[in-house]
């Protein structure tokens, strides 16, 4: 019998891309899954697209779920697109995508959170990552970068697009939800981080006019009830006043999960959500 050790397992029908941002001075890691041979796509149908953010850790979670969702769940074939970091080689460490994903996914410096950082670091240099507060910058690249580069590539629909993120990245959903109406027809937002720089995300809410067509789903783990960081409380409340809008906002609160056991749920639940049918008026759950 002849084996092959340490042999690189892939995920089928992915591909990776490199792509450089000259306004925010990074090569980005993109993933991209097509999807599943079975699931029935017509050969002259352009795709909807789905862009999870955090993709070093989450692409592959993703890439699964959403095949069997597009199996049997209501999910109809899509182009998964994960927007993630380069972080082998001499000058970048793991642990710089902790500040990277910082930096990128928030919307403001928040100086309690940063005092914080700094005190995790003892006496390690923090990484050279520039502030938190790039999230518009990084919307922007999503947008004007991300998407071209991806339509030139792939067989996309650019009237069907999905934003999905967790935790900070939640964050980063919802604020491009309230700050770029229409740029994203479905948004899941898993655990937003709603305490960022002392809730400031409910200021930004009551100044946001969203659209009134785009899908949202909030989420949180039952077990987010730090009180440093209320999550379970900020996404209720989130909801709430959304809901009181008569926007199309569906939540739910996995009970028994934890910040980060929730994730998986929270992909599966949001993209199932965002693309079902929705009868008038919000409804929450």
Same mark, same amino acid.
């Given at each position: ?9 892939t995920l089928l029908a992915t591909h990776r891309h490199s792509l450089h941002s000259e306004a925010i001075g990074e090569t980005f890691?993109?993933?991209? &899954? ?20 955090? $993709? ?32 082998? =080689? ?20 928040? +100086? +309690?959170?940063? !005092? ?20 518009? $910058? ?5 947008? =004007? ?13 650019? =009237?069907?697009?999905?934003?999905? /993120?967790?935790?900070? #990245? #939640? ?26 720089? /002392?809730?400031?995300?409910? &200021?930004? !809410? $009551?100044? &946001? ?27 209720? !409340?989130?909801?709430?006043?959304? +809901? ?11 009970? /028994? !999960? ?7 749920? +929270?992909?599966?639940? =949001? ?15």
């Amino acid at each position: 019998m002849t084996t092959t050790d340490h042999a690189p397992a892939t995920l089928l029908a992915t591909h990776r891309h490199s792509l450089h941002s000259e306004a925010i001075g990074e090569t980005f890691q993109i993933d991209v &899954a097509l999807p599943s041979p079975w699931a029935g796509r017509r050969p002259d149908h352009p795709l909807p697209v789905i862009y999870v953010m955090d $993709a070093n850790t989450v692409f592959g979670i993703a890439a699964q779920a959403l095949r069997f969702l597009q199996n049997a769940d209501g999910v109809p074939p899509c182009l998964l697109v994960g927007v993630g970091y380069q972080l082998e =080689g001499p000058r970048r460490r793991r642990r710089d995508y902790g500040g990277l994903r910082t930096r990128d996914l928030t919307p403001s410096f928040d +100086a +309690a959170f940063h !005092e914080t950082l700094l005190a995790q670091m003892g006496d390690r240099p923090p990484p050279d990552i520039g502030p938190a507060g790039g999230g518009d $910058a990084f919307l922007d690249f999503l947008i =004007g970068e991300v998407r071209p580069f991806i339509a030139a590539r792939y067989a996309t629909d650019p =009237g069907d697009q999905t934003l999905v /993120g967790s935790s900070l #990245g #939640g964050l980063f959903s919802l604020h491009a939800y309230l700050t770029r109406p229409g740029a994203f027809r479905r948004h899941v937002a898993g655990s937003p981080a709603l305490w960022w720089r /002392g809730g400031e995300a409910f &200021a930004t !809410e $009551a100044a &946001a006019r969203p659209d009134p067509e785009t899908r949202l789903f909030l989420s949180v783990g039952g077990l987010e009830t730090d009180p440093r960081w209320p999550m379970v409380d900020h996404m209720a !409340e989130m909801a709430r006043r959304l +809901a009181g809008r008569g926007l199309p906002v569906v939540s739910h609160v996995f009970e /028994g !999960e934890s910040h980060t056991s929730v994730i998986p749920a +929270a992909l599966s639940r =949001g993209l199932r959500s965002v693309f079902a049918p929705l009868p008038t008026g919000a409804t929450t759950s």
